[in-house]
């Protein structure tokens, strides 16, 4: 059970985390925390025109958790609070109720569908997303994620 978890891909992901550390001059920063887990995160991150500018990320988290940091590190830049939204509410239902994983530049997502049957390590993988929309939020006015739907906690 656990080498389907804990696969060779997500090690390879956990093990190649990008944006680490804290910018500067941050627009916005989120801590995060899984209350079950444990993982923490600080977001920091810059916008322009309503998108991510610069992105930094301070992770304390499992392999999974730092997976799922790693790809959204390689592909936030660019990117809005509603594609952010929406690929984290689709990273939540193949989570929380085994929908098929997010598609398009956020298909590398897949490697963590084992998870599923796995509640709580759902916080883990979903930390570095909600901290994110968090702080895009403080920036954008954007809602981000219901408080209903969150599986993690704001830890300031």
Partial sequence: MLDALYSKDVLRRAASIGRTGRLQTPDATSVRVSPVCGSRITVDLSVRDGAVADYAQDIHACALGQSSAAILASKVIGRDAAELRDVAEALRAMLV?????????????????????????????????????????????????PVDRQLTKNAS
Avoid: S
């Fill in 97 to 145: 109720d085994g929908a098929p994983p997010p598609g398009g530049d956020w298909a590398d997502l897949a490697i963590l569908a084992p998870v599923h049957g796995h509640k709580a390590r759902h916080g883990a993988v979903m930390l570095p997303f909600e901290a994110t929309l968090e702080a895009l939020a403080a920036v954008t006015g954007d809602p981000g994620i």
